[in-house]
């Protein structure tokens, strides 16, 4: 019994921006099913914050088809609004305000009556462990506390798509855990994430899609495993002298190499036939290694391919 596939929360054909003459975002497509965790990830200035910027509502694009929660970008973007939740890579909320007056004024911005809004305010603050917090001024919060606001504030009108414009900017390491188990959570209750991020590692384990924009174009789309396919693997070969290393290097030809840690890299797929076929050669050349390792290729290989630049 075949299943259909998801329906895609956001779709973008052709999708383009300019500002004072430069192509910010130049063409690109989207393609993001409903209830997954999608990441656009790229270097700063890559286009990435303009693209949600577009996606939400809150620009228009130059050029390009958009649906968003299967409403049509330009011509509803009040039912796109009601649709979403944002939160900036800064935070949003007001520091002069409690965290429960924040999330309460969002909520009786987003649902009439104020007892369901304070219900709701509520339910967010215990849910984003804010609750002893609650009555003190947002403005002494820490910043992994005011991360936790904003997205609830994001959440108050039970949207079906949030986007996280670089969630972990400003987190510590315990910070940063927290909000990835958030994602996770809202993404196990059906909720689609659309999130960027200028590090790999904020993706790692994480999104089940990635897209790699630079300079205003995909460079890349797929899951993890599609994009670590781009980039071939390597065995690392360390020898105990220079001389075995020059000689290894002159049978190798064009291999990186590594003279302080005697070290060559030879591109291989990590199979078993081709680690074979490396065994082979190595005996057939007479080389004296020391010690082989497999290394396959990860999301920050992929990124250094792609953009030219390591990942932050």
Not at 95 to 102: A, I, S
Not at 110 to 129: I, K, T, V, Y
């Amino acid at each position: 019994m075949s299943t259909s596939p998801p329906r895609p929360a956001i779709a973008a054909v052709g999708l383009r921006k300019s500002f004072g003459g430069r192509a910010v975002l130049d063409g690109i497509d989207l393609d993001v099913p409903e209830g997954t965790v999608f990441a656009l990830l790229g270097p700063d200035g890559a286009g990435k914050t303009t693209t949600v910027r577009i996606l939400s509502a809150l620009i228009s694009a130059d050029a390009g088809q958009v649906r968003v929660a299967g409403h049509d970008l330009a011509g509803e973007p009040d039912a796109v609004r009601s649709a979403i939740g944002v939160t900036g890579r800064f935070s949003g909320v007001n520091d002069l305000l409690t965290g429960e007056e924040n999330l309460t004024l969002a909520a009786q911005a987003r649902r009439p009556g104020r007892s369901e809004g304070r219900r709701r305010a509520a339910e967010l603050l215990d849910r984003f462990d804010l609750a002893e917090a609650a009555g003190e001024p947002v403005a002494t919060y820490s910043g992994g506390m005011r991360r936790r606001l904003d997205l609830a504030t994001a959440l108050v009108g039970e949207p079906r798509i949030v986007f996280l414009d670089e969630p972990a900017t400003g987190l510590d390491p315990r910070g940063h855990r927290a909000m990835r188990q958030i994602v996770r959570d809202l993404a196990n209750d059906g909720v689609t994430i659309f999130l960027t991020a200028q590090s790999v590692r904020e993706t790692e384990g994480l999104a089940d899609r990635i897209a790699v924009l630079d300079r205003g174009k995909l460079v890349a789309e797929g899951t993890p495993d599609d994009l670590r396919r781009l980039v071939p693997g390597h065995v690392r070969l360390r020898f105990t002298d220079p001389d075995a290393l020059e000689w290894a290097a002159r049978a190798f030809g064009e291999t990186p190499r590594d003279d302080d840690a005697l070290t060559l890299r030879v591109p291989n797929d990590g199979s078993v036939s081709s680690l074979r076929a490396l065994l082979r050669r190595i005996d057939h050349e007479l080389l004296a290694v020391d010690e082989v390792s497999v290394h396959a290729p990860d999301l920050d290989d992929v990124f250094l391919t792609l953009t030219g630049r390591s990942a932050p």
